[in-house]
């Protein structure tokens, strides 16, 4: 489960990781709370693993639907937890490739490109 801590916007949100919790996507749908507060939780997805991989799936959705956003979201995560952006970009083949195993087929080239792979 992540929380934000604080913030009135994406870039000035800052999140705390839950031990060993690991969500997948953050979607409108997984943020839960009120005016008092709120966390986002996505349960359908939740696994434990290392949370850099899921930042760097979540650069990969970004980087193709909002390509001047992803990594601006990375920096960001990173900055708040003291994570280094180059250990979370060292996911990029093994997300790329989980990616490519979806079908998403107007992806394919980009995620190609992302996970080191040329054609």
Excluded: K
């Excluded at 060993?20 to 008092?36: D, E, L, M, R």
């Excluded at 937890?81 to 997300?95: D, K, R």
Aim: glycine letters at 10%.
């Amino acid at each position: 489960m992540l929380r934000p801590e604080t913030g009135s916007c994406w870039n000035s949100i800052r999140f705390r990781m839950a031990t060993g919790c690991v969500t997948a996507i953050f979607t409108p749908g997984n943020i839960h709370g009120s005016g008092q507060g709120f966390m986002i939780v996505d349960w359908l997805d939740a696994c434990c693993g290392n949370p850099l991989a899921d930042v760097c799936r979540a650069y990969v959705l970004l980087h193709h639907a909002m390509p001047d956003q992803a990594m601006g979201y990375v920096e960001a995560y990173a900055s708040v937890t003291g994570s280094e952006v180059s250990a979370i970009l060292a996911w990029l083949p093994a997300i790329a490739a989980a990616r490519l195993t979806e079908g998403v087929a107007n992806e394919n080239d980009e995620l190609l490109q992302l996970a080191g792979v040329s054609r």
